[in-house]
């Protein structure tokens, strides 16, 4: 005889299946009838393999920029905002026994530094002189016309951008206003002593920039109200002006 549970044979007088512990039948089955059933096997959806779980990683930290700023870089205002107040012809003291000529202009914000090279003074007077040879002036109107040029050269810069001073010579540069900590200007004096000789002092201004570096200029303006009412207004207190 079978259990008709789990299938284990057991003897005939047993009314328990020893395995599975089911109750067994011990009425004889009907002719015909088989007795062993199949025993059933339940199964268990296995449990499906741990699949991984993915989190989206953060992105890769990406670098930050902030813009720096531009190594005094040369930004304009549109035309006609940035204007020529004031310009005045200057040596540049380059080192002991070197000076470079320059006019050096007063703008709304900026100082542009127009330097005067040997080759620009050369072609200045080649061109003024064939326009002087072509008028119909004496020798001596000429020679003076010559004169006033250059006497006279400072006022050219009225009404030009900073766009077409820094265009004249690849040397020209620009000095913001902003960035000069103090200007210290020396005005120029001449006088004439009892024998006739002409002794000088002064004509020296120096710009001292806020990372420390100066520039030395000699020049040759004499004190006057105007000018040093304009130097007040344009650096403040950042101005020492001497006689």
């Known amino acids: 005889?079978?259990?008709?549970?789990?299938?284990?044979?057991?003897?005939?007088?047993?009314?328990?299946?020893?395995r599975c512990g089911a109750r067994i039948n011990?009425?004889?089955?009907?002719?015909?009838?088989?007795?062993?059933?199949?025993?059933?096997?339940?199964?268990?959806?296995a449990p499906p393999a741990q699949q991984p779980v993915y989190q989206q990683a953060p992105p890769a930290q990406q670098p930050v920029y902030q813009q720096t700023p531009p190594v005094q870089q040369q930004v304009y205002q549109q035309a006609g905002t940035v204007s020529t107040l004031w310009a005045i012809s200057a040596f540049e003291k380059i080192s002991m026994f070197k000076s470079d000529q320059c006019y050096l202009i007063f703008m709304t914000d900026r100082m542009v530094i127009d330097y005067m090279t040997k080759e620009r003074v050369k072609w200045e007077n080649e061109k003024l002189t064939n326009e002087v040879r072509q008028s119909d002036m004496g020798f001596f109107k000429k020679s003076a016309a010559m004169m006033s040029?250059?006497?006279?050269?400072?006022?050219?810069?009225?009404?030009?951008?900073?766009?077409?001073?820094?265009?004249?010579?690849?040397?020209?540069?620009?000095?913001?206003?902003?960035?000069?900590?103090?200007?210290?200007?020396?005005?120029?004096?001449?006088?004439?002593?009892?024998?006739?000789?002409?002794?000088?002092?002064?004509?020296?201004?120096?710009?001292?920039?806020?990372?420390?570096?100066?520039?030395?200029?000699?020049?040759?303006?004499?004190?006057?109200?105007?000018s040093k009412e304009f130097l007040t207004n344009y650096f403040g207190n950042r101005l020492k002006y001497r006689k």
């Open 1 to 18: 005889m079978f259990c008709s549970q789990c299938g284990t044979q057991v003897g005939p007088a047993v009314n328990f299946c020893t």
């Open 26 to 45: 011990n009425e004889p089955a009907a002719k015909g009838q088989q007795v062993y059933q199949q025993p059933q096997q339940t199964y268990q959806q």
């Open 149 to 226: 040029y250059w006497s006279n050269y400072a006022k050219k810069y009225s009404g030009m951008t900073p766009e077409q001073i820094l265009a004249l010579s690849p040397q020209n540069k620009v000095v913001w206003n902003a960035s000069v900590s103090q200007f210290i200007f020396h005005c120029y004096s001449q006088q004439i002593d009892d024998d006739s000789t002409t002794s000088s002092s002064g004509g020296t201004f120096t710009i001292v920039l806020t990372n420390g570096e100066k520039l030395k200029f000699s020049h040759k303006e004499v004190h006057h109200k105007t």
